[in-house]
Each structure stands twice: as structure tokens, then as C-alpha cells.
């Protein structure tokens, strides 16, 4: 039985998001599951002296360009929200303590938030967004708002993220497989090699 | 008849070396040609601010295994260099003055360079071993030489550079087709789409 591949993103990555509509088909087609982890990139980029891709000079520009073709290209919905790039802080809060509860539910609400900030435009970095999306797959709404306020819940995230970075994870998408790491959407074709091969 | 492609590159850029051993057979299919531009990196990095991207905390560790990889993944021959990055300034201008004299013959002296440089290990920053590149190719030696000292070879490759940074150009490979810009040799399948449907 193989190890779970583990797939490393920011709830305000649009490369993030054409990854989580795409690693769990490709992982089953294989007969992988997947782990999904939810990060800081902001913590990240602390760590590293990276900046958001999309504020620097000439790649920004480019990015808004090549984030909405890449969309047609993988074949997925992408419109570029007016509040961008925002901070996820309760969308990963949210996901780890759904997780505890339910693992395919934290698995739902994952899709339903990226879908809420790249289609439809909503401002995820609201708690009351982020809340409102977990009760319409089911959570009780008034026990998850009382366990974002808790240092538990906090602190999860910031380890979770500290332990990606210990790992390597500099950015998202971030994808490893049997310690294989393959950064971007555009390693999809290189992913699909590996997990059919086992290696190249 | 439809403008020729345009493909910026630095010499020292492994992802640029894979784009050069690709781009023209794909353009061919699609009956396009390709115009080649060497540029120098370094000029880009002090206008955008960025840095190259092998000495950056977990993405440079990150990027010498993907080079690998990506190598292996497109079946082109390739070995890290001992000597990386380097300066290329002495290509780049060697490549514009062989331009002037046969566009054929700068294009087999850059796949010599990049082949220099990515499957033998050379020092391609030193003009030595630029020059006896050329002259393997019927390049008069002396002439190259005397020529690569003149403020008019060295000013042409800063104003190829400049004219690139005036396009957008942040980084290498970056390829230009009918305006539209793709960066990256992970951008390959893009490419070939948007030349088969004429933009997608």
C-alpha cells in the first residue's frame, strides 16, 4: 500500500486551485489518495524573501494573463476576483478543524471555498464567508465560529505550515509523492509520468 | 503569412536551453518560423528586482532536482554544470555578431552553446571558449574576436535586452506568439495548442 501523495496550497493561489480541481482524479487513476494540506504562503514567503508572484514587476502582469488561459487550457472555471490576493487564514483554520470532525466533509468545504473566491468571486478571507460555506455542507455554523477564536485551532495552521516548510514547500501548488516534490499546476504531466512509471 | 515567433533566452538558463532544443520543430509543424534573442538575465533581475531563481532559499534546492527531472521528462541530454550560473555576455554578443554575417550559422552556434554548456560542462563564460565554438562552425576566429571587443557588439546585446524588458520579458524562456506571452518551457503544451487553434 503506498503512502498518501500530499498536495501543499494557499486558499489564495489560483495555481492552488486548478491543482485541487485536478490531483485527486489523477492520484485515484493510480490508485493514490491524496493529503491535502492548507498553508500560509505569507508565512512562507517570510521564511524564504519571496514575494506574491502577482505584485512584482513584469510577472504580475503576466501572471493575470497566463492564470486565466491556463484556466481554459486545464478546462476549468476561472474568473479573476476583484479582491486578490486575500488572506486565508480562517479557510485554513476552518479545514483543519473540519478535518477533525470529517475528513471527506473538510474534503468538500476545501472545493467549495476555492470555488467561492475563482468563480464566483466571493471574499473568502471574511470568517462569516468561510462559516457560511461549512453550514451549507453541513457543520454547525455556531461551534465552528467559537472554534476559529481558539488557539488550538490558530496554532494548528502555523504548524502545519511550519512543518511544509520544513519540507521544502516554498509555494502552490506543491505536490509530493514518495518524497518527489513537483511545484506548480504545469508538473501535472510530469506527476502523471511518475505515478505511472513510479519514477523516471 | 504569419510573424515569426519570438524566443528570449539567456544563455545560462537551463529551462532556456530545453526551449531552444524544442521550439523550432514545433513552430515547423505549424509552418512558423522562430526568431532567436539572446538576452542577459542579470539586466532583467536589476529592473524587476528579482534574483536567480537557483540561489533562493528551498526554491533554488528545489529547481536542480526539477531541472533533472524536466530533462529527463522531455528526453533532451542534460548535466548540471559544475560552473552555475555564469555570465554570458560573450555569447549573447557573439551570437548577434554571427547574426549579421548568417542567421543559420547563429543558430547552430547557440544549440552549440547551450550544448556546451548543458551536456559537456564548458566554461561558456569565457570568450575563448565562445569563439572556438564559432570557429567549429566555419566562424573566422580572428575576425570574431577583434569584433566581440567593439562597443557596437557589446551595445547590441544590452539593447536586445532592454527591447525584451520593454516587451515584458521577467525571465527565460520566454516566448512571444502573436503577442501572446508564455513563459516557461512547462508552457510547451500551451504553445502548441495555441498554434494549432490559433489562440485559445
Same sequence: chains 1, 2.
Avoid at 457543520?139 to 511550519?162: C, D, S
Wanted: glycine share 8%; with cysteine; charged share 20%.
Amino acid at each position: 500500500m503506498s503512502e498518501p501523495i500530499d498536495f501543499y496550497f494557499d486558499f489564495t493561489s489560483p495555481y492552488g486551485y486548478f491543482m485541487s480541481e485536478k490531483i485527486d482524479a489523477v492520484a485515484a487513476r493510480f490508485e493514490r489518495k491524496v493529503r491535502w494540506h492548507p498553508i500560509l504562503l505569507g508565512l512562507v514567503f517570510k521564511e524564504t524573501g519571496a514575494q506574491a508572484p502577482i505584485g512584482l514587476p513584469l510577472k504580475g502582469p503576466y501572471m493575470a494573463r497566463d492564470v486565466l488561459r491556463t484556466g481554459r487550457f486545464l478546462g476549468i472555471p476561472y474568473r479573476h476576483p476583484s479582491k486578490f490576493p486575500l488572506p486565508t487564514q480562517a479557510a485554513g483554520r476552518a479545514y483543519y478543524w473540519l478535518h477533525g470532525q470529517d475528513c471527506g466533509l473538510a474534503r468538500r468545504f476545501a472545493h467549495a471555498v476555492y470555488r467561492a473566491l475563482f468563480v464566483e468571486g466571493r471574499d473568502i478571507s471574511a470568517p462569516e464567508t468561510v462559516i457560511a460555506l461549512a453550514a451549507d455542507l453541513g457543520a454547525n455554523a455556531g461551534v465552528l465560529a467559537a472554534a476559529l477564536a481558539t488557539p488550538e485551532v490558530k496554532e494548528r495552521l502555523q504548524a502545519e505550515t511550519a512543518a511544509a516548510i520544513a519540507r521544502g514547500v516554498f509555494g502552490s501548488p506543491y505536490v509530493v509523492i514518495d518524497d518527489e516534490p513537483f511545484f506548480g499546476v504545469d508538473r501535472l504531466p510530469q506527476i502523471e509520468m511518475w505515478l505511472e512509471k513510479g519514477g523516471f
